[in-house]
């Protein structure tokens, strides 16, 4: 560690160069696919007059945040500071389930708009990825 950051060696900073690399138009799937999958097993159990499970369902509200920078931007969102109030006050239970479903809706329609608009590729770039492993792994391997 650096003053609060982590150090990589050169093997390190070629990966972290290459993360662009793994994003693709594919994300829907995973952002919004997998959130809305989970907003579908949360509404089962409230219509079946279960409480919600306030973590979870900032979790999903997380994740619809994360999704839509990643869209925007071509970079995964890890820090939600800027939506720790919202999100903090979902945790701990200040949002009802018809204002997280709201809330759910409205992030997942604001992905989907940026998604059309993205600039990410179709595909991950597999090939540079692929280079990069067989480097790695060749490093790895060297005898003196």
Request: charged share 30%; hydrophobic share 45%; glycine share 6%.
């Amino acid at each position: 560690m650096v003053a609060g950051r982590a150090v990589a060696n050169d093997l390190g900073e070629e990966l972290i160069s290459l993360r662009r690399c793994f994003l693709s138009r594919r994300l829907i799937a995973t952002y919004s696919g997998y959130s809305l999958n989970q907003f579908h097993l949360m509404e089962r159990k409230v219509r079946a007059g279960e409480p919600f499970r306030a973590k979870h369902a900032m979790h999903l509200i997380r994740l619809l945040h994360s999704g839509l920078h990643a869209a925007r931007t071509g970079e995964i969102l890890v820090d939600v500071g800027e939506h720790r109030d919202e999100l903090l006050a979902i945790r701990r239970g200040e949002r009802s389930w018809e204002e997280i479903a709201a809330r759910r809706a409205e992030l997942d329609a604001e992905f989907r708009a940026a998604f059309d608009a993205s600039v990410l590729p179709e595909s991950p770039d597999t090939a540079r990825v692929n280079d990069f492993l067989v480097k790695a792994r060749a490093s790895a391997v060297r005898c003196p």
